[in-house]
């Protein structure tokens, strides 16, 4: 009996050893043999050290260009807009006429007005000669004291009825020329707001009269930053839109109180001769320098992507080439800041002959 159940139990367990071998064998089968790394190789090298430099504290704000000077142009009388001569984009000077309105009605009351002075002198010529006539009879005693002063206070109220009507005429005459819009200085005329027809109110911008010569910067700075800012601090102006449009330009001044929709303060700068391609309403970015700190810095070509990471060949004493994962800050003249991963005073490969891999061995160029 014993026997028989040793027996079994041996069946048993070459059973299961040839099962454990099929199974090997059929897992062995689906399975590639992982690729050995590549054997490391010498490679020529550009290098350079990651450099320990001096950086200055700068506050990040967004800033719109506008005119350091813009009329909103207007009118004074309310009436129909009988002509426009200028049209947008126009250079004017101080003095020169930009549109017209109707001043039919204000020329009816200056003849209005004509025609009042010319009663007030008939008035007046008749009240000198009924007064001088008046002297003569006092003198003769043909008239009383009371009845000479009564043609002389006719006299001065035909005067000043003479004056009054002067003064209506000299007032329609300065509303006239209210109907005449001239340009308030020299400039260019950025955008028309009305046409032929339209009728023009007083205190409604017909048109702006920019000048062009000389750009107003404004940066909108968070409250958070503006007690680091400074009339007189260092700014770097960058038109994003434009190639190479970067500026150099000191604060102005800054408002000291918040806009109230955005709870930011206006910083302004100011462009003197900019960029002729420069235009009103354009973006820009403002770096405000406003104090110093040390940083780690790179050249460009000296970055390695890998997907979402960042990361530099060092190389080491024995001249190996380390793959070192770095966090990068602002780019500027060609070199980036590392704001992780390197202490400075590194060696760091530029460019390469071939393409370079963790472990091979730097030669550098001579």
Known sequence: MNNLRRDHAMKTIVMLAGAGLLLAGLTGCGREEPAAHAAAKEVACETAPAALATLPVTVGAVASVEPAVRAHVSTRMMGWV???????????????????IDDKDLRARR??????????????????????RFANLYERKAVSKQQL?????????????????????????????????????????????????DMAAPGQPLMYVDQLDRLKV???????????????????????????????????????????GSRTYDVELYLENPD?????????????????????????????????????????????????WIRLGDERDGLVEVLSGLTGGETVVTGSATPLHEGDRVVTRS
């Open 82 to 100: 009988s002509r426009i001569h200028v049209r947008e984009g126009d250079a004017v000077r101080a003095g020169q006429a930009l549109l017209s």
């Open 111 to 132: 003849e209005q007005a004509e025609a009042g002075v010319r009663e007030a002198e008939a008035v007046v010529a008749n009240a000198e000669a009924t007064a001088a």
């Open 149 to 197: 002063d009564d043609v002389n206070t006719g006299l001065e109220r035909a005067r000043a009825g003479l004056a009054q009507a002067q003064a209506a005429r000299a007032e329609a005459g300065v509303h006239l020329g209210y109907l005449n819009i001239v340009a308030p200085a020299a400039g260019g005329v950025t955008r028309r707001m009305v046409e032929v027809g």
């Open 218 to 260: 404004v940066a909108a700075v968070g409250e958070r930053d503006v007690s680091r800012v400074a009339a007189g601090d260092t700014a770097r102006i960058a038109v994003t839109s434009l190639d190479g449009a970067v500026f150099a330009a000191p604060v102005a001044r800054v408002i000291p109180s918040a806009n109230p």
């Open 276 to 324: 002729p391609r420069l235009r009103p309403g354009m973006f820009a970015r403002v770096d405000l320098t406003t104090g110093e700190r040390r940083g780690v810095l790179v050249p460009r070509s000296a970055i390695v992507a890998r997907g979402q990471l960042t990361g530099v060949f060092l190389v080491g004493d024995d001249g190996t080439a380390r793959l070192r």
